[in-house]
């Protein structure tokens, strides 16, 4: 066996989301993407996908590459689909992070209609999720990534506080969150 897998590395970077509900087998209420792109096919860029009580159930994209979110969104049509619709706008929006892992850590996005603060605390300990191309959950993509789950998060969009909490839920066996730092995620298809 070969440690050099054979796929080829469509997209390398980051890929948290946060999820809230108000009843553990109730709907979410907030489910926000966040995308950083350090590799793909479309170059880097940063993008937000948010829907929630707080955008009075609206998707809203924010970017600061909207070639990169478009090819996201292909990415999204198997996990979100609410986030897929390549006809929804683009707000132009610039992009920061603050705090630790550790302790409290916060993805910032700002735009001209205001700001936006997603924040993971009571964080949990890292492990690592492995999906061959052509399983059953990210079909053909094979998935690569580093999970961090949270236990309390927020999300501010300027100054409206989304309400809901962060419930467990099972990762093919492991023990998780439904809102985790997706860092050092890889999406592979076909070979080189």
């Known amino acids: 066996m070969t440690p ?60 600061d590459n909207p070639e990169f979110t478009r090819w996201a969104q292909s990415l999204e049509a198997g996990m979100r689909s609410q986030f897929s619709n390549t006809d929804d706008h683009i707000m132009p929006a610039n992009f920061s992070r603050s705090g630790d892992y550790r302790t409290s850590y916060s993805e910032i996005v700002e735009h001209d209609g205001g700001r936006i603060e997603l924040t993971w605390s009571d964080i949990g300990d890292p492990f690592f999720i492995r999906f061959e191309p052509g399983n059953e959950i990210t079909g053909d993509w094979g998935v690569y990534s580093n999970l961090i789950p949270a236990w309390d998060c927020t999300l501010d969009v300027s100054g409206r506080k989304a309400t809901g909490s962060v419930y467990g839920e099972d990762l093919a066996g492991h023990a998780s969150s439904i809102s985790c730092l997706a860092w050092g995620e890889s999406w592979l298809q076909g070979t080189r």
């Open 4 to 63: 050099v897998d054979p796929h080829k590395v469509e997209f390398t970077g980051e890929n948290s989301f946060l999820r809230l509900k108000t009843a553990k087998d109730g709907p979410d209420t907030t489910t926000c993407s966040h995308w950083r792109s350090f590799f793909s096919p479309a170059g880097a860029g940063t993008t937000l996908f948010v829907q929630s009580d707080v955008t009075d159930g609206k998707v809203e994209i924010y970017s």
